[in-house]
């Protein structure tokens, strides 16, 4: 089995960074991709961020010319109709950091700049963020036509025995919105632009969808008829004099992003995306994202992260079944001592079970309690969706197992024991933040 690079699918962060290389002049493309791929080493991954690294397809053609899947190849312009459409800006690398703060994202991306400074240069680099609940700066939603986490693999990966199985073809375009000219319309109008309510994100009928509805144009299918996904991770980037929309999306086969740019700019059907007349891209590259397997990375193997949890109190009922199934979701974080996992106040994008080092937990300043091998924190802000209640550092060099909130909410949902001993110990927390009760 291969394992997939997992920021692929982390949910929960807020806080991004794109950047996208070009190998040095007169520095040999293999040896500079195989130094990107060590960016997946502590000296990056440590901080707790998600880290994603793909490759343009001249670089991965050097670095695994037996692993090309099928359709690899750069991003080709699009000229579609009325003088509208999407340049090609193709680059050698691309690293997506995400995390649950700025400064974490800040420092990870300087420590992947400065690692790879000798062979490559950033060509690019956006900032960007999640607007309000996972909204587009034009006020709608984002990412709703996405399948469920659980299916999102099969719309993202490569299938298994093709070339390149359990790897991604990404799409990066960076989106400029003309938010006054779309603000000049009433809401029912922009609604009619999206084909989906605004408040709610709602999608109109097919009746009521006009042709050149945004969902309308963006979906795509199969010569039967069958719809072919694809898996977005966009999030906005904002600047006074220029905003828009960081278009990331990952599929299994390149052809589905050129069947929806085909009918966003009317080159399928002479009907354009309306969007388009609101929103341009100033940018597109297409890349590679490898599986674990295949960056040559010393992962542990399913079976040796079955043998970590079942070394583990919280995880000591589990069935075999049910430990392969948790060791598939889970991550393995290491930390220095002084590192920051989590920090009170901010969302949370994470499970944390510690297996090797200490932490200590603190609220308003004040230690709550230190903790050790088997111990875990970070569920509160994951069941009732609200900020983290504690801050939470390292005290020696740290090792956790890290599951992201929509993975967390699947393990307890299949395992009434692990629900009811998280359940035990949130009582406990929370029954230690209460006064004592007068009872004179």
């Not at 920051?340 to 709550?368: H, K, M, N, W, Y």
Request: charged share 25%; net charge negative.
């Amino acid at each position: 089995m291969r394992l997939p690079q997992f920021g692929i699918f982390a949910q929960g962060t807020v806080a991004h960074e794109f950047i996208e290389f070009d190998v040095r002049a007169g520095v040999d493309k293999a040896e500079a991709g195989r130094l990107i791929t060590q960016l997946e080493q502590p000296a990056v991954s440590a901080g707790g961020v998600n880290l994603v690294l793909a490759f343009g397809p001249d670089l991965w053609r050097r670095l695994a010319p037996d692993e090309l899947p099928a359709g690899l190849g750069p991003f080709r312009e699009v000229i579609g109709l009325g003088g509208k459409g999407a340049p090609s800006t193709q680059h050698d690398a691309f690293v997506w950091i995400s995390g649950s703060t700025r400064d974490i994202v800040f420092e990870q991306s300087r420590a992947a700049v400065k690692a790879v400074a000798d062979v490559a240069v950033v060509a690019t680099e956006q900032a960007c963020f999640v607007h309000r609940d996972s909204r587009d700066l034009l006020g709608f939603i984002d990412g709703t036509k996405n399948p469920p986490v659980l299916e999102a693999p099969l719309a993202a990966l490569v299938p298994a025995g093709e070339p390149g199985a359990g790897g991604s073809h990404v799409l990066v375009m960076r989106w400029i919105h003309d938010l006054a000219l779309f603000e000049t319309l009433p809401v029912s109008e922009q609604e009619r632009v999206f084909g989906r309510t605004k408040s709610d994100s709602v999608e109109f009928s097919d009746e009521e969808k006009p042709a050149t509805a945004h969902i309308a144009r963006v979906e795509i299918e199969d010569e039967h008829g069958e719809e072919l996904q694809i898996y977005r991770r966009s999030v906005p980037y904002m600047r006074l004099a220029e905003h828009g929309l960081y278009f990331v999306a990952f599929a299994a086969e390149p052809i589905r992003f050129e069947r929806m740019l085909q009918r966003m700019f009317g080159l399928a059907d002479g009907q354009r995306d309306r969007l388009t007349d609101f929103s341009r891209p100033v940018s597109g590259a297409l890349y590679f994202a490898p599986p674990l397997t295949l960056l040559g990375l010393k992962e542990e193997t399913l079976h040796e992260r079955e043998e970590v949890l079942r070394g583990i109190p919280l995880f000591a009922t589990c069935s075999a079944h049910d430990l392969t199934s948790i060791a598939s979701r889970v991550q393995t974080r290491e930390y220095p001592a002084g590192a920051t996992l989590c920090t009170q106040g901010q969302p949370g994008d994470g499970f944390f079970v510690i297996v090797d080092g200490r932490a200590e937990a603190r609220r308003d300043g004040s230690v709550l309690r230190s903790m050790g091998p088997g111990d875990f924190f970070g569920e509160i802000a994951l069941i009732d969706e609200g900020p983290r209640t504690a801050t939470v550092t390292s005290s020696t060099p740290l090792r956790c197992l890290m599951i992201g909130s929509s993975e967390f909410r699947d393990v307890l949902g299949q395992n009434a024991d692990i629900a009811v001993r998280i359940l035990d110990a949130v009582t406990r927390r929370l029954r230690g933040m209460l006064p004592p009760i007068d009872q004179g």
